[in-house]
C-alpha cells in the first residue's frame, strides 16, 4: 500500500530560490513538450513520450543550458506525467492536458527515490544541500520518490512510502449519515457535527485583503506582499477546514464498518447562485472522498444512496411521505395515523440519517432481518451484528 507524508520545508532564501527554479524548469518542460506533441500530432505523426524525450534532450544544451542547474528530475519527470495525462485522456478519464500557467499553476517538481536522503528533520536534495523539515518521517517502509510542492509563502515536500498492508478489522457496526449545510453531517444515532463555515467566517479579512492588493501597483512590492497575504488567508482556511474533515472521517472509519451516506449532485449544487458559496465552503465531495477511502483501508465499505433517494420526506417508522415538504420545514411530522410517531416532532436531518441507514442495509441484504427492528425503534446494531 502506497501512503504519502507532507512535511512543511523551512529553506533558506537561497534554497527558497532554488525551489523557484526547480519548478520553473518544470513547468516550462512540460509546456515544451505539450506544445511539440500538439505540433507533431498535427502535423500527422504519431509522437512518443519516449521521443519528445530524446528530442529535447539534443538541444538541451545549446538552447536551454540553465536547465542544469537544477536536479535533473525537473526536466525528467514533466515527459512522465505528460504520457499518463495523455493516457488518462484518450482513457476518457480525464480533460486534455493544457499548458501550465506561471500564475495560476501550482508550482512543483519531482524527486525520484534515488535522487533525495532523509536526515534527522532534514532532506538532502541533489545541487544544494540538506533542507530543513519541520517533523521527521512518521511512515515506516520504503520510500519510493517525493514531490516538492509550494502553497501561499511555503514549501512542502510529499514523500510516497510504501508500507506494508495491515490486516483490518471487521467491524459490524453500521451507520447512516446525512449531510448538509446547516450541520454537516448527522448521524443515525442522533449525532449531529457542525458546519464550521470557515470561509463565511473568514470572509470580511478576506474581502479587506483582495481590496487592498488591487489597490496597489502592478509590478510592486506592496502588491506582492499584499498577494502573499491574501495567500495566507486562503490556505489557513483550507487547514482548518481539513483538519475539520479528517478527524471526523478518521473518528467515523474507526467506529463504523458499514456507512450509509448520501450521492450528492455537487456540480449541479454548485450552480446555485445563492448557495454555491456555502457549499464549496462546506467541501461535501472532499468528505465524501476521505471517508471512502478511510473506510476501505479499514475494511469497511460506505454505501452511497440514489440521488433521488427521498430520505428528507420519508417517515423512518412507517414509511409515510410528505411531498409537499419544502427546504424550510425543519421537523418532520408523520400524518399516518397508525404511525408511533404520528404528528410527533423530528428532528428533519436524523429521520433522515436513519432513512439512509435503512436504504443501506438493504442494499448489501441485510434489511430482511433488520428491517423490522427498524421499524419497531430497536437498535439497528443489533439487527446488523445477528446477520
Given at each position: 500500500m502506497i501512503r504519502a507524508h507532507k512535511i512543511r520545508l523551512n529553506p533558506t532564501p537561497e534554497q527558497a530560490n532554488y525551489f523557484a527554479r526547480a519548478a520553473g524548469t518544470s513547468r516550462f518542460v512540460w509546456n515544451w513538450a505539450l506544445a511539440e506533441w500538439n505540433r507533431q500530432y498535427e502535423a500527422g505523426e504519431k509522437p512518443t513520450v519516449l521521443k519528445l524525450k530524446k528530442q529535447f534532450n539534443e538541444i538541451r544544451r545549446e538552447q536551454f543550458p540553465w536547465t542544469w542547474e537544477v536536479t535533473k528530475n525537473a526536466s525528467d519527470q514533466p515527459f512522465r506525467d505528460l504520457g499518463k495525462a495523455f493516457t488518462a485522456f484518450f482513457e476518457g478519464k480525464a480533460r486534455r492536458p493544457r499548458f501550465k500557467s506561471k500564475k495560476k499553476s501550482k508550482p512543483s517538481f519531482y524527486l525520484a527515490n534515488d535522487q533525495f536522503e532523509l536526515g534527522d528533520h532534514r532532506v538532502w536534495i541533489p545541487k544544494l544541500g540538506w533542507v530543513n523539515l519541520a517533523e521527521n518521517l512518521r511512515l515506516k517502509g520504503k520510500v519510493t520518490g517525493a514531490r516538492v510542492t509550494r502553497t501561499a509563502d511555503w514549501w512542502f515536500i510529499s514523500l510516497t512510502v510504501e508500507v506494508p498492508d495491515e490486516r483490518p478489522e471487521k467491524r459490524?457496526?453500521?451507520?447512516?449519515?446525512?449531510?448538509?449545510?446547516?450541520?454537516?453531517?448527522?448521524?443515525?444515532?442522533?449525532?449531529?457535527?457542525?458546519?464550521?463555515?470557515?470561509?463565511?467566517?473568514?470572509?470580511?479579512?478576506?474581502?479587506?485583503?483582495?481590496?487592498?492588493?488591487?489597490?496597489?501597483?502592478?509590478?510592486?512590492?506592496?502588491?506582492?506582499?499584499?498577494?502573499?497575504?491574501?495567500?495566507?488567508?486562503?490556505?489557513?482556511?483550507?487547514?482548518?477546514?481539513?483538519?475539520?474533515?479528517?478527524?471526523?472521517?478518521?473518528?467515523?472509519?474507526?467506529?463504523?464498518?458499514?456507512?450509509?451516506?448520501?450521492?450528492?449532485?455537487?456540480?449541479?449544487?454548485?450552480?446555485?447562485?445563492?448557495?454555491?458559496?456555502?457549499?464549496?465552503?462546506?467541501?461535501?465531495?472532499?468528505?465524501?472522498?476521505?471517508?471512502?477511502?478511510?473506510?476501505?483501508?479499514?475494511?469497511?465499505?460506505?454505501?452511497?444512496?440514489?440521488?433521488?433517494?427521498?430520505?428528507?420526506?420519508?417517515?423512518?417508522?412507517?414509511?409515510?411521505?410528505?411531498?409537499?415538504?419544502?427546504?424550510?420545514?425543519?421537523?418532520?411530522?408523520?400524518?399516518?395515523?397508525?404511525?408511533?410517531?404520528?404528528?410527533?416532532?423530528?428532528?428533519?436531518?436524523?429521520?433522515?440519517?436513519?432513512?439512509?441507514?435503512?436504504?443501506?442495509?438493504?442494499?448489501?441484504?441485510?434489511?430482511?432481518?433488520a428491517v423490522t427492528d427498524i421499524g419497531s425503534g430497536a437498535d439497528v446494531n443489533s439487527a446488523v451484528d445477528a446477520t
Amino acid at each position: 500500500m502506497i501512503r504519502a507524508h507532507k512535511i512543511r520545508l523551512n529553506p533558506t532564501p537561497e534554497q527558497a530560490n532554488y525551489f523557484a527554479r526547480a519548478a520553473g524548469t518544470s513547468r516550462f518542460v512540460w509546456n515544451w513538450a505539450l506544445a511539440e506533441w500538439n505540433r507533431q500530432y498535427e502535423a500527422g505523426e504519431k509522437p512518443t513520450v519516449l521521443k519528445l524525450k530524446k528530442q529535447f534532450n539534443e538541444i538541451r544544451r545549446e538552447q536551454f543550458p540553465w536547465t542544469w542547474e537544477v536536479t535533473k528530475n525537473a526536466s525528467d519527470q514533466p515527459f512522465r506525467d505528460l504520457g499518463k495525462a495523455f493516457t488518462a485522456f484518450f482513457e476518457g478519464k480525464a480533460r486534455r492536458p493544457r499548458f501550465k500557467s506561471k500564475k495560476k499553476s501550482k508550482p512543483s517538481f519531482y524527486l525520484a527515490n534515488d535522487q533525495f536522503e532523509l536526515g534527522d528533520h532534514r532532506v538532502w536534495i541533489p545541487k544544494l544541500g540538506w533542507v530543513n523539515l519541520a517533523e521527521n518521517l512518521r511512515l515506516k517502509g520504503k520510500v519510493t520518490g517525493a514531490r516538492v510542492t509550494r502553497t501561499a509563502d511555503w514549501w512542502f515536500i510529499s514523500l510516497t512510502v510504501e508500507v506494508p498492508d495491515e490486516r483490518p478489522e471487521k467491524r459490524h457496526t453500521a451507520v447512516g449519515i446525512d449531510v448538509g449545510l446547516n450541520r454537516l453531517a448527522t448521524l443515525s444515532t442522533s449525532e449531529g457535527v457542525e458546519n464550521q463555515a470557515f470561509l463565511k467566517t473568514a470572509l470580511k479579512k478576506l474581502r479587506q485583503a483582495n481590496k487592498r492588493l488591487h489597490r496597489r501597483k502592478p509590478g510592486s512590492k506592496n502588491r506582492e506582499k499584499a498577494r502573499r497575504q491574501v495567500a495566507r488567508l486562503h490556505y489557513r482556511i483550507t487547514c482548518m477546514r481539513e483538519d475539520v474533515l479528517h478527524k471526523l472521517t478518521t473518528r467515523l472509519a474507526d467506529c463504523y464498518g458499514i456507512i450509509g451516506i448520501e450521492d450528492l449532485n455537487l456540480k449541479g449544487l454548485l450552480k446555485n447562485r445563492r448557495l454555491s458559496r456555502a457549499f464549496s465552503d462546506a467541501a461535501l465531495g472532499k468528505l465524501l472522498n476521505l471517508l471512502t477511502s478511510k473506510v476501505e483501508q479499514h475494511g469497511g465499505q460506505v454505501i452511497q444512496m440514489g440521488r433521488f433517494f427521498p430520505s428528507s420526506k420519508t417517515c423512518h417508522s412507517c414509511g409515510w411521505k410528505w411531498e409537499g415538504m419544502e427546504l424550510s420545514d425543519r421537523l418532520f411530522l408523520c400524518q399516518n395515523l397508525h404511525c408511533p410517531y404520528h404528528q410527533l416532532a423530528q428532528d428533519r436531518d436524523h429521520n433522515a440519517a436513519l432513512n439512509i441507514l435503512r436504504e443501506a442495509l438493504r442494499l448489501i441484504g441485510l434489511i430482511d432481518q433488520a428491517v423490522t427492528d427498524i421499524g419497531s425503534g430497536a437498535d439497528v446494531n443489533s439487527a446488523v451484528d445477528a446477520t
